[in-house]
């Protein structure tokens, strides 16, 4: 396989946000995640754990978006604030049935997002909220003057307004947002952004519920009657291989079950393909962001746990899927402007386990981190030729992208059994230096454990850097089943 780098030739910017995150109030993101409460014997910050603030550090966590999900349109904000002591109880109908102290409101979340340096996306309550509920979140949040949401802010121990970039108005609101007609919502959204208000410096990217996986008219109706009134819009699909009510399992799948997740998850490619044509039609500017903020993969829950909570296991599949997709959104990132996997602790395809005071590093934060390096950089042109395919389908993806001197190439190679000899001929510059790492493993399914947290991890990788003539090439052999990252150091 050959492949052609442009090192001159830069294709859009990647928005660093692509690479966000999902925290919802589900099963044990939040709780016994995140959070553990002050008085825990697990080492935490304001009752957040350490553990997992120096990992997302670590993995340069741009964006978190909180609190749902589902979760978001039953969330009522206020019993969320004040004096941990006096707020309400609320049952969480949603996810398990289960009763919740509210005790990680607002200002626990942006004290979080502090803590790990990314930036706060809040959902705001559409389904079963108000317009002036919605409004008042907003004041309470970022008015810096005199009024009774920013009194009351401040009597709850935070002077300063908070900074917040993105604010949705609500979630799914085809579904359990309130199973609303997409003419019903354009109409809905018009009326609850006009109150979503900047004040003082802070200044709302404001955001759209959009389709479900390929329901085109619905992102027809929106883009046509209310675009005008929002920066971005929502895209969400999850990988899920067996049917939906009969779900395969995280673990213990066989190579039909793998190449079917694999092909589920190319999907993804598709969708943003004709969304962004619809979107086109519309603004031709690409002023409005497409936001995939929910995807990943979605298996049985596993055996033993509450089936509300979807905590499941992540292995070197997942990995797979998050390359696969981190690389089609860099290649689409002329349109895509945020992506938020789903979810960050404990819940679905997580890039954080825990129990009790363990956790884990699952392999899909390993990409996540191997790939960090596209973060705000420029996408470069690249093209593969002669690309082997398995199971009926290329075996391989790509992305490549440039900044402050260096170039990052990711790919990803889906054969369960062969290796991809792959040579990438460089034009428009030349490279002093070229090095790699990967993630694979001879078993499928090999996944880390609290017992062996570092079973699966990247590892360096050999990589040639040869000139002929004057054409430089660089060189490598990419295992079955791998996530591999190259970078190199431009002259």
Not at 167 to 183: I, L
Not at 206 to 229: C, Q
Not at 338 to 355: D, F, G, H, K, P
Not at 356 to 374: A, D, I, N, W
Request: aromatic residues 10%; charged residues 25%; proline residues 4%.
């Amino acid at each position: 396989m050959k492949a052609i780098l442009n090192l001159d030739e830069k294709q859009a910017h990647i928005n660093k946000n692509i690479y966000g995150h999902f925290s919802e109030h589900l099963g044990r993101c939040i709780y016994g995640g995140i959070y553990v409460g002050e008085d825990s014997d697990i080492p935490n910050t304001e009752g957040m754990r350490n553990d997992i603030i120096e990992a997302l550090r670590n993995m340069k966590i741009p964006v978190l978006r909180w609190p749902g999900g589902c979760f978001a349109d039953e969330y009522h904000w206020m019993d969320g604030i004040g004096p941990k002591e006096k707020r309400p109880c609320m049952v969480n109908t949603h996810w398990g049935g289960v009763t919740e102290d509210n005790s990680f409101g607002t200002h626990e979340f942006l004290r979080f997002c502090e803590l790990i340096g990314a930036e706060p996306y809040i959902n705001g309550n559409c389904g079963s909220g108000t317009v002036r509920e919605m409004q008042q979140w907003v004041e309470y949040m970022t008015f810096d003057g005199i009024s009774p949401m920013s009194d009351l802010r401040k009597e709850n121990g935070r002077e300063e307004p908070w900074k917040i970039p993105f604010f949705a108005v609500g979630n799914e609101t085809w579904g359990c947002g309130g199973n609303m007609r997409p003419e019903y919502y354009a109409d809905e959204y018009r009326r609850y952004a006009t109150y979503l208000r900047n004040f003082g410096g802070n200044k709302i990217y404001r955001i759209a519920v959009g389709p479900n996986a390929a329901d085109y008219h619905w992102m027809e109706i929106m883009m046509e009657r209310a675009s005008r009134m929002f920066d971005g819009i929502t895209l969400h699909y999850y990988t899920v291989p067996g049917e939906w009510k009969q779900k395969c399992h995280a673990l213990g799948f066989n190579e039909n079950e793998w190449y079917q997740t694999m092909r589920k998850t190319r999907y993804m490619e598709e969708l943003v393909t004709k969304h962004s044509t619809i979107m086109d039609r519309y603004d031709p500017d690409k002023r409005v962001g497409l936001l995939v903020d929910e995807w990943g993969t979605w298996f049985a829950v596993e055996e033993g746990t509450n089936p509300g909570f979807l905590y499941q296991q992540n292995s070197l599949r997942d990995a797979l899927v998050a390359g696969i997709n981190l690389n089609i959104f860099n290649q689409h990132a002329d349109r895509v402007q945020m992506a938020n996997i789903a979810q960050l602790v404990n819940v679905l395809q997580s890039v954080i386990l825990t129990e009790g005071e363990k956790m884990l590093l699952t392999p899909t934060y390993h990409v996540f981190e191997m790939y960090k390096g596209h973060q705000d950089a420029d996408l470069l042109h690249m093209t593969l030729q002669d690309v082997p395919e398995a199971e009926g389908m290329p075996a391989v993806n790509v992305s490549a992208s440039s900044r402050d001197g260096k170039a990052l190439v990711t790919f990803t190679n889906l054969d369960l059994e062969n290796t991809a000899e792959v040579t990438i001929e460089l034009r428009g510059g030349c490279a002093v230096k070229a090095c790699a790492r990967t993630l694979t493993s001879d078993v499928m399914d090999e996944h880390n454990t609290f017992d062996e947290p570092d079973r699966l991890r990247p590892q360096d990788f050999d990589v040639q850097l040869v000139q002929e003539g004057n054409v430089q090439f660089v060189k490598a052999v990419l295992p079955a089943k791998s996530v591999t990252s190259i970078e190199m150091v431009l002259a």
